[in-house]
């Protein structure tokens, strides 16, 4: 049973779900969005964490229709709830740099907003600095068409690429997620506290929101809260959850 071979299949076996994580505004308390995950449940394998697979996926170029789907499950999903009179919560989805370079993004975006009916400012796509700076001009490009739509973009996992000040203020971004690594360690290091400090700082002085990820205690809560963080999204709140349970959560008030 070779992963590669059965990963090939996974898509049309139905062995893929996602799962919602809750993004809270940190002034009022309130679910504000959420951040679909993908997951790869097996039948004799058992669960597939997307750290073993989405890499798999995106050499053997399964990234594309793997990414249509999670992007055209999580709008459909969103929409449902919006029906269901559960806010306006925005759809945070996680793109491969594949997906990413693949010329065919634009209309595909366009086109599953289209059919989900799904507004497109109430979708935010995540990048990574690596992304971004692999080919600077041609990401400035992508970006700048895809935010003809109307959507939002984030950069995620940010502080462990190497993106450069000077580069990020030619980004056509909205939001910036702060690594979860810097996170953890908020309350014991200084280093890593002055790190937090220092991308809210920039973040806010570039006109866009931060979110912390990785949220796990109070202590970095008010940690975060006392320097200005807009969101944040983490264990403390609620881990990822499947789109039940995160409807559940929803109707019990927000
Ligand atoms: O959910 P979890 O923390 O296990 O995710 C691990 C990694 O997998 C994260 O880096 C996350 O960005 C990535 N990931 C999760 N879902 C998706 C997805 O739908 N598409 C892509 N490209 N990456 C994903
Ligand atoms: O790389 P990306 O940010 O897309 O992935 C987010 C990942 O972080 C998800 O796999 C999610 O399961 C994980 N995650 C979310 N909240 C927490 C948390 O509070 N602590 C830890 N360790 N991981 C988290
Ligand atoms: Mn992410
Ligand atoms: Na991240």
Not at 4 to 17: D, K, N, V
Not at 27 to 34: L, N, T
Not at 54 to 83: D, F, N
Not at 209 to 223: R, S, Y
Request: contains cysteine.
């Amino acid at each position: 049973l070779s992963l590669e071979s059965e990963l090939r299949h996974a898509l049309e076996r139905g062995q893929f779900h996602l799962v919602y994580q809750p993004q809270v505004e940190l002034d009022s308390g309130r679910i504000v969005g959420m951040e679909a995950l993908l997951r790869w449940q097996h039948p004799t394998l058992g669960a597939i964490a997307p750290g073993d697979f989405i890499h798999l996926a995106e050499e053997m170029g399964l990234i594309v229709p793997i990414g249509a789907w999670v992007l055209q499950t999580a709008c459909a999903q969103a929409k449902a709830w919006q029906r269901q009179g559960l806010g306006g919560l925005r759809l945070a989805v996680n793109l491969s740099a594949r997906q990413f370079r693949q010329s065919g993004l634009l209309q595909s975006v366009r086109e599953i907003l289209a059919v989900t009916g799904l507004e497109a400012r109430f979708l935010e796509l995540e990048l990574t600095e690596s992304m971004m700076m692999q080919d600077v001009e041609q990401a400035i490009s992508t970006m700048g068409k895809l935010k003809t739509l109307g959507l939002q973009l984030s950069i995620d996992d940010f502080g462990t690429g190497y993106s450069s000040l000077a580069h990020l203020r030619h980004f056509p971004i909205d939001v910036l997620k702060i690594d979860k690594s810097f996170v953890s360690d908020i309350t014991r290091s200084n280093d890593d506290a002055a790190i937090v400090q220092a991308i809210i700082a920039l973040a806010h002085s570039l006109r866009l929101k931060v979110i912390a990820e990785g949220v796990e205690t109070a202590q970095q809560l008010a940690f975060l809260r006392q320097h200005g963080c807009d969101q944040m999204q983490g264990y403390l709140f609620s881990r990822p959850l499947a789109a039940a349970a995160f409807e559940t959560l929803l109707l019990e008030g927000n």
